[in-house]
């Protein structure tokens, strides 16, 4: 993956995903001296841990015939300071009330959740908090 950024000022950044043409903008969060109207660096941190997480578990899942539309899921992030970094964030997953999954399906599926790239990524002392509501 290749990506163009520009900084526009204002503690704001454009991102170009190159393959796709795809731009996301990015923001400072409030309490960092930004607006806070678009997803900032390290929400954006968060939100590629959650689709890195149902990515790789929607590959299992259609490996194994499973089919995982529909999944929703909630992502908060924890904020530490000294230095300002992430400390935790809270994924929780929540499948559609229709999935029928053997026991041994759900930890087939939690596992590969768990290992995706960017949970492998992290540094350790970042906590993880996954939730899986089947």
Not at 106 to 126: E, F, W, Y
């Amino acid at each position: 993956m290749t990506a163009s950024i520009i900084y526009t000022g204002n503690l704001r950044c454009q991102c170009t995903h190159n393959q796709s043409g795809t731009v996301i903008e990015t923001d400072a969060p409030t309490d960092n001296r930004g607006k806070g109207e678009k997803f900032s660096p390290t929400d954006t941190l968060c939100v590629a841990l959650a689709t890195c997480i149902i990515t790789t578990m929607g590959i299992k899942a259609t490996d194994m015939g499973i089919e995982l539309a529909g999944t929703s899921i909630a992502v908060t992030k924890h904020m530490l300071s000294d230095p300002r970094r992430v400390g935790k964030v809270d994924v929780i997953l929540t499948f559609p009330a229709t999935l029928q999954l053997e026991d041994k399906d759900r930890m087939i599926l939690q596992r590969t959740g768990d290992n995706c790239p960017v949970a492998k990524s992290l540094h350790p002392d970042m906590q993880l908090n996954i939730v899986y509501n089947w």
